[in-house]
T-cell receptor, first 114, second 113 residues
Framework: NAGVMQNPRHLVRRRGQEARLRCSPM?????VYWYRQLPEEGLKFMVYLQKENIIDESGMPKERFSAEFPKEGPSILRIQQVVRGDSAAYFC????????????FGEGSWLTVV | QKEVEQNSGPLSVPEGAIASLNCTYSDRGSQSFFWYRQYSGKSPELIMF????GDKEDGRFTAQLNKASQYVSLLIRDSQPSDSATYLC?????????????FGAGTRLFVKA
């Protein structure tokens, strides 16, 4: 499967725990984007990364959220001390050579905070 | 003003009719424009992209772009019940540090059999 791979697909966390969401871009893609979608709402841009670099994190909440895309391995979106309002679908997308290219989405990770 | 605005709908059309979905954007520096379809509980899937003013056709879908009016539309001909979904308009434009794709809130389309 050459598509964008996300895991876990579903994650349940208690308030105060940490959530880690992983994303492997499509083969040959070097740009990764994370979006959040709250129930019945649109996709909100969170962060744009290239290997070992955060290009744009203007959509990331100032606290508790962080993202990385290491030289080796998947991109990781980390949410510390989760709260109920973090419950959402988190979509990763990737694009090929430039950020102007079309972005392709993974299947998403659904986070539920109880 | 939102960066990308869409009528949330729902838009309801009978089977076989033309569905017209509209979108406006605020950043005049935007370069690329996309339409995605999202079924409930699923991830967005790309339907079309358009870069130049005018029309672009792909099967039953036609995207229209007017950069002067900052307006993008999607026409779906011969609408089918399987077209019932949320349609997301997306715009990619220059921003400090590079380009990023911004999405509208989406328009819900219902095609009645």
């Amino acid at each position: 499967n050459a598509g964008v791979m996300q895991n876990p697909r579903h994650l349940v966390r208690r308030r105060g725990q940490e959530a880690r969401l992983r994303c492997s871009p499509m083969k040959g893609h070097s740009h990764v984007y994370w979006y959040r979608q709250l129930p019945e709402e649109g996709l909100k841009f969170m962060v744009y990364l290239q290997k070992e670099n955060i290009i744009d994190e203007s959509g990331m909440p100032k606290e508790r959220f962080s993202a990385e895309f290491p030289k080796e391995g998947p991109s990781i979106l980390r949410i510390q001390q989760v709260v109920r309002g973090d419950s959402a679908a988190y979509f990763c997308a990737s694009s090929p050579r430039t950020s102007e290219d079309t972005i392709y989405f993974g299947e998403g990770s659904w986070l539920t905070v109880v | 003003q939102k960066e990308v605005e869409q009528n949330s709908g729902p838009l309801s059309v009978p089977e076989g009719a033309i569905a017209s979905l509209n979108c406006t954007y605020s950043d005049r520096g935007s370069q690329s424009f996309f339409w995605y379809r999202q079924y409930s509980g699923k991830s967005p899937e790309l339907i079309m992209f358009i870069y130049s003013n005018g029309d672009k056709e792909d099967g039953r879908f036609t995207a229209q772009l007017n950069k002067a009016s900052q307006y993008v539309s999607l026409l779906i001909r011969d609408s089918q019940p399987s077209d019932s979904a949320t349609y997301l308009c997306a715009v990619n434009g220059a921003n400090t540090g590079g380009f990023k794709t911004i999405f509208g809130a989406g328009t819900r389309l219902f095609v009645k059999a």
